[in-house]
């Protein structure tokens, strides 16, 4: 067993996970790890490589032959393709990114490559990490699992603001419309679908501020050390 704790936060797409897990992790002195960023990397990839994100077999290949790092920086981590810096450009979150995502994230082999990612840093560090399937997949024993909500049209304005600072020129519906349909895909592919587990603390941040939200995580943190005797 890991003498490392993993807090994994799961929920919605565009309800603040990031936000909150990356608050959350400072408050705790933990490493935080976006695993979302790993599949976006995946798919910065296969675009430059002109891949078809249709193409699984393609794609799982294309993505075997790339070198994905996640790097602590910081207190956070930083992600590499092929020895560059995606996470201090803004490729990882173009609209372009965001939409293909979804399409690749499904494949099984793929998913296999990232959870890999997921475990070896998990066994060197205290670690916040957020993204689909770490509370039921990846980490189901994990010390604490939160699950993060928020209402649609909330979600899509904040990734509309977020599309905007990256200099896209985009429309509340068009990016409403995307969510929804992320939200489908999420909840209805074959494997690893979105789902809240039962022993998942649900978030809503939507009707709380970050810091509601994050003083809300960490008392239940708090909770579970002191009934394990345990410090942070």
């Known amino acids: 067993m890991s003498k490392f704790k993993v807090i994994a ?9 990031g936000t909150l ?9 933990y490493l935080h790890l976006d695993t979302g ?19 699984e077999e393609a794609v ?6 790339a070198i994905i790092e996640a790097k602590p920086s910081n207190n956070e981590t930083e992600i590499y393709l092929n020895g560059e810096n995606l996470s201090r450009s803004n490729q990882l979150r ?17 998913r296999e490559q990232v959870r890999k990612i997921q475990k070896s840093i998990a066994n060197t560090n205290n670690v916040v990490m957020e993204g689909r399937d770490v509370t039921t997949v ?21 990734r509309m603001k977020d599309l905007q600072k990256s200099g896209e020129d985009i429309t509340f519906e068009a990016v409403k419309n995307s969510i929804k349909k992320r939200d489908y895909d999420d909840e209805h592919r074959d494997h690893s679908p979105l789902v809240c587990p039962k022993d998942a603390i649900i978030i809503d941040n939507g009707k709380n501020t970050i810091e509601e939200s994050v003083t809300q995580m960490l008392v239940t943190i708090k909770a579970k050390l002191d009934s394990n005797n345990l410090t942070k």
């Open 138 to 158: 990846v980490f189901p024993d994990a010390f604490v699992k939160f699950f993060i909500t928020a209402s649609l049209d909330i979600r899509s304005e904040r």
């Open 94 to 110: 173009t609209s372009k990114i965001s939409n293909t995502v979804p399409i690749i994230s499904k494949y099984t082999q793929l």
């Open 21 to 29: 897990a990356k608050a959350l992790a400072k408050k705790l002195g």
């Open 60 to 65: 799982v290949s294309s993505v075997k032959s």
């Open 37 to 55: 960023s790993i599949y976006r990397a995946a798919t910065v990839h296969i675009i430059k490589q002109g891949i078809n994100p249709y193409d």
């Open 9 to 17: 936060i799961d929920g919605t797409a565009a309800s603040g996970k």
